[in-house]
């Protein structure tokens, strides 16, 4: 009896050691075990044999200790050694957003997933990632990365013979004698069948077709039609076109609501300002024909499309005084020889003694007078001619796409119209080019 009773007691006391070990075992603090998966890992590693590294190297940056960054490193290497195997892109990236989110992200973070995204030829998102990394970290290294890559573009196949400034997404070009609308890739929204055509917009583009004016949309379809006799028309936007009529210049709708008031000229609505001659002097009026600048000056600066107004601001010839700028009625700096208008952002082109310079809302020259010719800031690049030729400065006043062009438009949504050899074509910045994720 007391041999069995020593039997049990020895029984016992293994188990009692056992469950000790057990114990142990369990009771090591989660840096011990996720050094112990790592150590694991880095062998399997040190061998080529990554797949089972992984799924140790998961585990370990699954805990949050001081090493779960390393651990966090040490899979990405190893999802990097499987990136072409199928599944591990995908979680080399997840692991990628994890670690930007992380409220301490470094810079160094936010460089390495745009230089992933880069080698694959996602450019959109690697300068995305560095537009988020410069927000949260405010790295200098990371502003000089993204400013020495955002200015890569892409020239579309397309040609024509002409192109308007983009307005709303949209360009009217001319091919074989005959106009249409473009996208801003430069892909025909509109055949190029109309002896004339109005910029898009919304809903509608005014269109003339053997002296015959009507609307149409962006399937081509006629929407309404014109029933008094015209001899031109303006731009449309904002719902305003302007009409030349017998009596002269009316403005109406897009459904040809003709008003009562007459004009010598009247331009395209932008900001909700458009400019208008009357009794031979210019001035602007608004959309219920009240002048914000009244009719006594010899000109309106306006672009291209007939727009005179950006920002709140407006450029007006006076006499032989030369262009002065307007903010809320008042002259601010100038005289200057010529002006382009402000758009909506950015800064507005100004000559003076022969040379193009940039000034901004106060009259304060902010790039100097150097250019031969020059449009307003569009985005934030404008284009600039100078030795000869057309190319886009950013707003610092530094050449960021080569003046190698023989014509060039503002940019609008990334695209902008620039003539070539071939005839004119639309340039995108590879920043807003349409991507598909690998």
């Excluded at 009692?16 to 840096?31: C, D, G, Q, T």
């Excluded at 809320?328 to 200057?336: D, E, L, R, T």
């Amino acid at each position: 009896m007391k041999r069995k009773n020593r039997a049990i007691l020895a029984i016992c006391a293994c188990l009692l050691l056992l469950v000790s070990w057990a114990i142990v075992i369990k009771s090591k603090s989660p840096i011990e075990k996720q050094s112990d998966l790592m150590k694991k890992a880095d062998a399997l590693m040190m061998d080529g044999i990554y797949v089972r590294a992984v799924p140790l190297l998961e585990e370990a940056a699954g805990y949050k200790t001081k090493n779960t960054q390393i651990a966090q490193e040490q899979l990405k290497k190893a999802y990097l050694a499987l990136l072409e195997t199928r599944g591990y892109r995908k979680k080399y990236r997840n692991l990628l957003e994890e670690q930007m989110r992380h409220e301490r992200a470094e810079p160094e973070i936010f460089l390495e997933a745009a230089e992933h995204y880069m080698a694959s030829s996602q450019i959109s998102e690697a300068l995305k990632i560095l537009r988020y990394g410069i927000e949260k970290t405010g790295s200098e290294n990371l502003v000089a990365f993204y400013e020495s890559n955002r200015y890569g573009y892409e020239v579309d196949r397309n040609i024509y013979e002409k192109a308007a400034a983009i307005f709303e997404g949209t360009s009217q070009v001319y091919r074989e004698g005959l106009w249409g609308i473009a996208n801003a890739d430069g892909i025909l929204l509109i055949p190029c069948q109309y002896d004339k055509i109005s910029t898009f917009y919304i809903d509608r583009a005014i269109v003339m077709k053997d002296d015959v004016i009507y609307a149409v949309n962006k399937d081509n379809n006629r929407i309404s039609k014109l029933s008094e006799e015209a001899l031109d028309f303006g731009n449309y936007a904002q719902n305003r076109i302007g009409l030349l009529l017998k009596e002269g210049w009316k403005r109406a709708n897009g459904e040809f609501d003709i008003g009562s008031a007459v004009f010598e000229e009247i331009g395209m609505y932008s900001g909700g300002y458009a400019y208008g001659k009357i009794d031979g002097k210019w001035g602007v009026v608004d959309q219920s024909l009240n002048w914000l600048v009244p009719a006594i000056y010899e000109g309106i600066v306006c672009d291209e499309l007939g727009r005179c107004y950006g920002q709140g601001a407006v450029f007006v010839k006076i006499g032989n005084e030369g262009v002065y700028l307007l903010i809320n009625g008042q002259k601010v700096g100038g005289p200057y020889d010529d002006a382009r208008p402000f758009s909506d952002v950015g800064f507005a082109a100004v000559k003076r003694n022969g040379k193009w310079g940039y000034i901004d809302l106060e009259g304060t020259v902010q790039i100097g007078f150097q250019f031969e010719d020059a449009l307003s800031f569009g985005q934030h690049l404008a284009a600039v001619k100078t030795q000869g030729g057309w190319g886009y400065i950013n707003e610092s006043g530094r050449v960021v796409i080569e003046p190698i062009f023989d014509g060039a438009k503002s940019f609008s949504g990334g695209s902008a119209p620039v003539l070539t050899t071939r005839g004119w074509q639309f340039i995108t910045l590879l920043e807003y080019r349409k991507e598909v994720r690998l």
